[in-house]
């Protein structure tokens, strides 16, 4: 290959694909994580042409709650297989961004808030697929953790966060070797995550990884800065248009000339490795019911008040859901699936019993009551012996594109829960969510089930649990509150930088270190049976610990158990979360039946990451190995006597007994940003139409646009497409208009425009009308 071909080629071929050049086939990439979203148009930059029939699975916030990798394997095995079927190399997923905030809108497609059980579950799924040969792409690195400014905000994040919590989940999957990492729109510390120092000094030279580093769709901000941080491999094709500023800088410079040849090498293997797919044939009803077995042994049992799961086919009992024939089962966005099966509440009930009737109750397309719905829910309610009150988040509320507002469920919801505990006090609850939800409405409901987002089968996994057809045991990887003003964490408005000033203090590490409020902690699950522990020792081997505990099942029915471990923490002059979930294992065991499990914890386990010292650490002390039901109910604890430093660190605001952050810029150790800005001219095409809406011609551009957008959207685009549109066209970089416009407009084009914007007239007009699709 010329030098001219190979940096042609660390661009795609179209939205898909990548170049293909002699010898060198083009492979095709495909979204995910919980299926195969193959579009029929790979030049289909928005997708409104729609995707190929595949098995859509549960979503990985509901997969992390089963605790169990094995199963996560399991599922990410059959999207390779489909992904073989359908002639898809690579899939982009898993995501194993932290959970940062319980708000954040695209929380449904990430594993958990904890950097452990993250890594476990995403190292888990990158084998399942490469298992098949198929690639994988974990993603969004990093810090990509809210929806509002996601494109341009900066990240700001203190040396040991980001190093604990961030990084931590990204370092276990690389060890995995995937095929590709995909690097995310926003900053971090003010380097664009495609242009960060981190990609060459910490993934490739320390951690060793020689994968492709890919962009997030759109993502270049500058080329040749992202190339000489290597990033490889731009997505999708910018027409042409980076390639062109690449060799021009290229000629002038040597480095960049080399990484350019680095970066071509790598693209070349990544194609090389995966470019044969093995033909396989998919049953795709045994993928379903694959699907449904994944589903129930990952939802989660959160109240069961005098017995009153599992039902019986002999009672009488009314399902009332708005969701009865429009179930809930996956999130908004670009993971959307077009499943090849979607089984409703209302189709499978005489499944389960001839004794039940449904009823809607109330309509999900508004939070406004319907009495005439809300009366047919009332009459069967009064007649049945159990109600199951099937509710939950629509898809509107949270997706990829926007944020939450809060956590509540819409007021028509609550409110019929209300009316029917007047006829019926045996009410189970059944929440439908991709993320956390406020039950304090329900604290009189006498079962709840954490249903989350089951895939295509999730009907059917959720009546298997409540009619006993299997014993639930996921266990919550997030913690539930009722409020997000209980949570530390804040999702503003702010255009320019987000501080992340909680520092390691993210989810349960906030709660439970300083004895907040929740309503159900990390880690909680019940089961139709009971189990107890005894007999926990710790034995010291090396510089490694063994953790042994025998568990019994102490009830009546077989059923699993989720043992954790946690690390709680020494007495230090560091500040550090109180415990720390450092091992995990699940555990199935008959009636009666009992084994002794080992779990082992590595002298990294102990560590923490000093910002002063710019290395990991082990603190000599006094610390203890504790068995939990959750990161709140220690069943047994066993204290140790760690060799290590001494450390002794300056106090500060994070060593208080009460949360205090005002000590943030100390850690972060540098001037910070401001949070908001008001951008001026000169623009550029990296700046957005809210920016640019700050001058009198920008205003009438933006206006343009959004009146072009809603033009598009209404015709193509389901309501929940059209609210991510909408929310995100304001926020976008201009030079992405260019990219996702379906070549109505380049990004030349929009070069003209922002020169206009700038008051460069002539260049501006001279642009505009250099190519087709003048605005």
Not at 21 to 42: A, C, F
Not at 256 to 272: F, G, Y
Not at 563 to 582: D, F, H, I, M
Request: glycine share 6%; aromatic share 10%; with cysteine.
């Amino acid at each position: 290959m010329t030098f001219v071909e190979k940096a042609k080629l660390l661009e795609g071929l179209n939205v898909w694909q990548t170049k293909a050049y002699d010898s060198l086939p083009s492979i095709t990439m495909s979204d995910g994580p919980h299926g195969i979203r193959k579009q029929y148009d790979l030049d289909d930059t928005m997708g409104t042409k729609g995707s190929i029939a595949s098995t859509c699975y549960p979503a990985e916030s509901l997969l992390a709650c089963s605790f169990d990798p094995e199963l996560i394997k399991k599922a990410a095995t059959l999207i390779g297989k489909e992904a073989r079927y359908f002639g898809v190399n690579i899939v982009l997923g898993p995501g194993i961004n932290i959970k940062r905030s319980p708000l954040g809108g695209r929380n449904f497609e990430y594993f958990s808030e904890d950097p452990k059980l993250s890594g476990e579950c995403g190292a888990a799924f990158v084998r399942g697929l490469e298992d098949q040969g198929v690639g994988a792409t974990p993603k969004h690195f990093l810090c990509n953790n809210q929806e509002k400014h996601r494109f341009t905000v900066n990240s700001i994040v203190d040396e040991r966060a980001l190093h604990e919590i961030y990084l931590s989940p990204f370092k276990r999957v690389i060890a995995e070797n995937p095929a590709q990492l995909m690097a995310s729109y926003n900053l971090i510390n003010g380097y664009y995550a495609s242009e960060h120092p981190v990609i060459n000094h910490l993934i490739r030279d320390r951690w060793g990884y020689q994968g492709v580093i890919v962009s997030d769709w759109g993502a270049i901000n500058d080329r040749a800065k992202s190339v000489l941080a290597s990033c490889d491999l731009e997505m999708p094709n910018s027409q042409g248009y980076h390639t062109k500023v690449l060799l021009k800088k290229a000629k002038y410079d040597v480095d960049l000339k080399r990484q350019i040849e680095r970066s071509a090498e790598r693209v070349k293997s990544l194609v090389n490795k995966y470019k044969t797919i093995k033909p396989i044939e998919v049953d795709f009803d045994k993928h379903h019911e694959q699907a449904r077995l994944i589903a129930r042994e990952s939802m989660v049992l959160l109240r069961n008040r005098d017995h009153i799961l599992p039902l019986s086919d002999k009672e009488n009992v009314a399902v009332i859901s708005g969701f009865i024939d429009k179930i809930r089962y996956q999130g908004g966005g670009s993971s959307h699936i077009n499943p090849t099966r979607l089984p409703q509440f209302m189709d499978i009930l005489e499944n389960y019993s001839k004794n039940i009737k449904h009823a809607k109750g109330f309509r999900i397309d508004t939070p406004i009551n319907d009495k005439k719905l809300i009366n047919e829910a009332l009459e069967i309610a009064n007649q049945a012996k159990k109600v199951i009150y099937i509710v939950g988040v629509p898809e509107t509320f949270e997706s990829e594109g926007f944020d939450r507002k809060n956590l509540n469920l819409p007021q028509n919801q609550i409110d019929l829960f209300n009316e029917i505990y007047k006829y019926n006090q045996n009410i189970i609850l059944v929440v439908l969510s991709g993320s956390v939800v406020n039950l304090r409405f329900a604290e009189r409901a006498r079962g709840i089930l954490a249903a989350y987002l089951g895939g295509q089968a999730a009907s059917l996994a959720i009546f298997d649990i409540l009619y006993g057809r299997v014993n639930p045991s996921g266990r919550l990887a997030e913690t539930w509150i009722d409020d997000d003003k209980d949570c530390n964490v804040k999702i503003l408005n702010d255009n320019h930088a987000v501080y992340y000033d909680e520092s390691i203090y993210v989810g349960y590490r906030y709660y439970e270190t300083f004895k907040q409020k929740t309503r159900f902690p990390f880690g909680y699950g019940l089961s139709y049976t009971t189990f107890s522990y005894k007999d926990l020792t710790v034995v010291p081997r090396g510089e490694d610990y063994y953790v042994s505990v025998t568990v019994r099942n102490t009830g009546h029915v077989r059923g699993k158990e989720v043992v954790q471990v946690y690390v709680k923490n020494n007495e230090s002059s560091v500040y550090k979360a109180v415990r720390e979930l450092k091992a995990f294992t699940k555990v199935e065991l008959n009636p009666g039946e009992a084994k002794t499990l080992i779990l082992k914890l590595q002298r990294n386990d102990f560590a923490y990451y000093d910002w002063i010292q710019k290395r990991w650490n082990v603190e000599e002390g006094e610390y203890a190995i504790e068995i939990c039901k959750n990161a709140r109910t220690i069943i047994d604890s066993v204290e140790i006597h760690v060799i290590g430093r001494e450390i002794k660190h300056p106090l500060n605001s994070y060593n208080q007994y009460h949360y205090n952050t005002s000590d943030f810029s100390k850690l972060y150790g540098k001037a910070l940003p401001p949070k908001h800005i008001k951008a001026k001219r000169p623009f550029t095409i990296n700046n957005t139409l809210d920016d640019v809406s700050t001058t009198l011609i920008g205003r009438i551009v933006r206006r343009q646009f959004i009146k072009r957008s809603k033009a598009m959207i209404t015709n193509q685009f389901d309501p929940t497409m059209q609210k991510m549109v909408s929310k995100t066209i304001v926020e976008t970089p201009m030079r992405m208009h260019g990219i996702f416009s379906n070549k109505t407009i380049t990004i030349q084009q929009i070069e003209g425009i922002i020169d206009i914007i700038n008051l460069k007239f002539w260049s501006g007009f001279k642009k505009l009308h250099n190519k087709k699709g003048i605005v």
